[in-house]
């Protein structure tokens, strides 16, 4: 019971804590840890629900009975439901390589050009820029040199 | 037998045409760009009319009956099943055409064909949304219409796109592990995830649903993440500022609506916890984006929270159990898609603070007089269609006891009164009248040696075909309050499939489900 319990335990903390370290760590360059425990721990859970759709051992059966969890088995269209479950594994893969690849491009990206990772100052530049087209770029601050009167002519639009 | 009944054999191919359309483009765009650039420029479009064209001429088809698909063989990993019925064609042609509408060319774009490609991407993931046969097929499609949106958001090339993305990649991994979790808990206990195989494990026994209703709730809460409803929805800020209008537009507008749509085939009345989850989160986010319009200080900001208050109360529709929530849901949301589409045509010119549109209306009467007409059928003035929509959803919620009942409709209520609010600070601002202050500005500026010039009806102003589209909807709203009748009649027929699909005898009015 022990064991099967630490089977299905695994996943669970390795989940956990990606997504508690995306949640609340900071750093970016960590997020891509976090990211990397999520995808084996999605990984591995997606491995023994298939284990255990499959009927391979009690454990996955007592495991859940640990957390209280009773699972009713679905004899019909097994085949399906266990080819979906790769599916699921296959797509977790590719769309966390994918995710993880983006995040490291963004980040090369980001230290080529600010010369620093850290939040606070990527969050700081982000705001002054926003600050900026928001200040400067925006069209009421517009200054040219004429003599020009606001009517509705300038727009095309008559009353 | 006529050229276009649905009885034909090829009806699955003209389906496999209208999915592959998007992708085949994307793919052929680099290769058209080397041998001609205006070839690539146009070939993008193109694409999404001839889309948008099979689209409709399978329209009757379904009507006849659902065309049903599965791409891959029985039994693969990776087999894509596939439902076209009346609802889901209309919903990939309105996709088709909102990505159209966003479809603008802007001089300074780094890499075009790149940014084509991207939008393309996002186009295959509304249309393979709007389709999809069941959930883990939604899924799948809502993860492409997020990387398309983010590369979208890259290529912006901004420092905030840049940090935006990295708040969507952070937020997105969450959303990702909460739905794939929840995904995997359904498929050992349901024979598939389809709308039929889902009614099936919610009329099982209690005792094996625990798992069931657990998965259920993760994947709402996981697709929650990536529709951008509120709590979780930290990304939206950021890309708010950094993204485009157009793709704001979508991200904000058909991303959650075709969502939503995908998890309320599934909804069984109540009896699966995803229905609890979904109403939770739909009325807080209605609070928030109403509260959010309040608050906002720039025009695209004021658009986000809009779209937000409105998915929320969608979210709510598609929660309840009777078909009254499932039809005002739906009325709802064709109408949020059709105004949120012109409002954005409009930010694509109002990117600044709010009060850089003081005394507007005055100078752009015509745009002004829409504007007000659109905010009139946001917040529910009869006779127009939004008050229709919301008090359907109103007399839905009313239709069942208890507290929890109450507290959702007297929340709805006051969603409405705080944006009729907003609207009417922004409306305050764009009829006021010319400002002392500007004048001393004005004065003050000359006295410095730069004149401050007002340029800004004529830099707000949207080209021509932008003003088109708002008189366009503007008059379709009109035609739709005079004809309230017919147009109630055909979304009937729209809510018909999606009834079908939800399991009979969860509508009982005395409560949740």
Redesign the interface.
Known sequence: MFISGLVLGVPVVL?SL??VG??WLRD?LR?LT??VL?QA??LL??VE?AA??AGIGPWPSEA?TLF?????P?A??A??????????G???IL??L??QV??V???L??KQ??GALQPSR??A???A??QA??GE????????????????S?????? | MTAWDFTRPDAPLLVLALLLGPPLAALALRPVAVLSARGASVLGPLSLVGCALLGAALLPVVRVAPVQLALGA??????LLFRVDPLALVLALVSLALVLLNWTRREDDFDPVRRDAALLWLTTGLVGLALAGDL?VSW?FV?LCI?AT??LL?QER???S?????GV??W???G??LA??G???L???????TPA?LAAVAQ??A?????SR?GFGLLVLGLAVKAGLFPLNAWGL?VG??APARVLALLSGAVPALTLVALARVLSGGELAGADVLRVVGILSALAGAFGMWRAD?FPAFLMQLSLASIGGIAVGFSLPGPAGLFAALALLFHFLLIQSALFVLAH?W???L??LT?IA??????AAVLVLFAASLVGVPPLPGFWAKLMLLMSLAEYQGAEAMLVVLAYLLVTAVEAAAWLRLMRIGYAR?AKDSAAALQE?AALG????????????SGPWARAYQLLVAVLLLVATLMIGPVAEDLNRLVVPLLAQRVSGCCDAGGWG
């Not at chain 1, 209280?68 to 009713?72: F, I, K």
């Not at chain 1, 085949?79 to 699921?88: C, D």
């Not at chain 1, 770029?137 to 509705?152: N, Q, R, Y």
């Not at chain 1, 300038?154 to 009353?159: L, R, W």
């Open positions: 989940i990606g997504g995306l949640l970016p997020w976090a990211m999520i721990g999605g859970l997606l629900l255990l759709h859940l209280g969890l009773h699972l009713q679905v019909a269209a085949e399906g439901s266990m080819a979906r479950l790769h599916g699921l296959l797509a977790v769309l966390g994918a995710w983006m995040l491009a963004v980040l990206v980001l050009r600010t990527l969050a530049l982000a705001a820029e926003w087209i928001l770029e925006s069209p009421a601050k517009a200054k040219v040199p004429t003599d020009a009167k606001a009517s509705t300038a727009t095309g639009e008559h009353s | 029985q039994g693969a990993p990776l087999e883990w799948l993860e990387l983010a590369a890259v901004s420092l905030r840049l940090v935006a993305v990295l990649v952070r997105s991994a969450v990702t592990v794939v979790v995904l995997g808990l498929q050992i206990t349901a024979a598939s995830l195989g099982g026994s005792d094996g649903d625990v798992l657990l950021a500022q950094a720039d010119r990117r600044g603070r009060t850089d005394a005055w100078r752009m009467p015509w745009t010319a500026d730069v004149v401050r010039v007002d340029r800004l009806p004529s830099l707000l102003r």
